[in-house]
């Protein structure tokens, strides 16, 4: 929280238990917009200065990037469209959560069969 305080972004992240990770915590941003957020989270600074202090990451088993999108956004070509790029890209999304078998309770999917 100090760093967030001294970039003058304090108010833009809270931090927060998850039930994917066992130690530790998240760091949740409040809603935004994407251009909003591209300008003004400084999310590279807040990557280096994690790693820089040996933050684990996806090697732990316990990290996950968690990105909400409020559906009002999407119409019904938007939201199937999505649904259809998940499920044709299961193995592609499943290798890049880096997961391998832990916690990997996410990569539950709808049957597109229907």
């Given at each position: ?47 280096k ?9 996806y ?20 939201i ?35």
């Amino acid at each position: 929280m100090e760093f967030l305080k001294k970039q003058k972004i304090d108010d833009r992240y809270y931090f927060k238990q998850d039930g994917s990770i066992n130690n530790g915590f998240e760091v949740v941003t409040h809603p935004f917009t994407i251009v909003y957020a591209h300008h003004h989270l400084k999310f590279q600074k807040i990557i280096k200065w994690l790693e820089k202090r040996n933050f684990m990451s996806y090697e732990t088993g316990a990290c996950g990037l968690h990105i909400h999108l409020d559906r009002d956004f999407f119409n019904e070509l938007d939201i199937t469209k999505l649904r259809l790029f998940f499920s044709a890209n299961r193995e592609h999304l499943y290798k890049f959560s880096k997961r391998e078998g832990k916690n990997d309770s996410f990569c539950e999917y709808e049957n597109q069969n229907h």
